[in-house]
């Protein structure tokens, strides 16, 4: 059970992620947060001590989240449904939010690691934690015969994140799945076994 200042806390954190994912970091004013979380100031400050705290602990509770998405989306009979399986899992979480926003690290990796070395460690952590992922389960593959393609298991570990994100990119664009769907099938198709 958690705690009236636990509960507090991570009522902020879900709060500013929201605020941070649809307009981004720097254009988000501390007011905004406040009114959108509905604490006061010092209480805000109380739990994150500045703006930049909230914006990594926000990041470092979303990492969180995203890791263990994709620990559960990994599964399948075989690593190539593992690794279609998690695609789609992201879109799902992308649907859930009505496609607004985008993905909080594409938009962070944009916005904030030229600027901050801080969030930048976070999102490169994200990204390369993400690849490994998908990396092992790709070797998986080519080594059962299920995967004849020439490109490289790292290489095709980030054509298949950097689709992803170009997809999530198109669907918050027009505000439907469309986008992410296509690039989930163009990445079906580089994953099918070549004769």
């Known amino acids: 059970m958690q705690t ?14 929201k605020l941070f994912t649809r307009q981004g970091f720097r254009t988000t004013s ?4 406040i009114t959108a979380t509905g604490v006061k100031k010092g209480n805000l400050y109380y739990h994150f001590p500045s703006k930049e705290e909230l914006g990594l602990a926000v990041l470092v509770d979303v990492r969180d989240e ?8 990994l599964i399948g009979e075989n690593p190539i449904v593992k690794v279609l399986n998690s695609c789609n899992a992201i879109m799902g ?26 969030f930048g460690r976070i999102i490169q952590e994200v990204f390369s934690q993400w690849k490994s992922r998908i990396e092992r389960e790709l070797r998986q593959a080519s080594g059962a015969g299920l995967l ?3 490109i490289p ?3 095709l570990a980030t054509a298949i994140i950097a689709t992803l994100e170009g997809g999530i990119m198109l669907s918050r664009v027009y505000k439907n799945k469309n986008g992410i769907e ?3 099938l163009a990445i079906r198709v580089l994953l099918e076994k070549q004769e």
Not at 4 to 17: M, Y
Not at 98 to 115: K, P
């Open 4 to 17: 009236k200042g636990q509960e507090t806390r991570h009522h902020i954190l879900k709060e500013s992620r």
């Open 30 to 33: 501390i007011s905004e947060i």
């Open 66 to 73: 995203f890791f263990i998405l994709l620990d559960d989306s």
């Open 93 to 118: 979480m992308m649907e859930q939010n009505n496609f607004v926003g985008g993905c909080l690290f594409g938009n962070t990796a944009l916005e904030m690691t030229d600027s901050n070395s801080r």
């Open 148 to 150: 004849t393609s020439p």
């Open 153 to 155: 298991a790292n290489a």
């Open 182 to 184: 296509d690039c989930i």
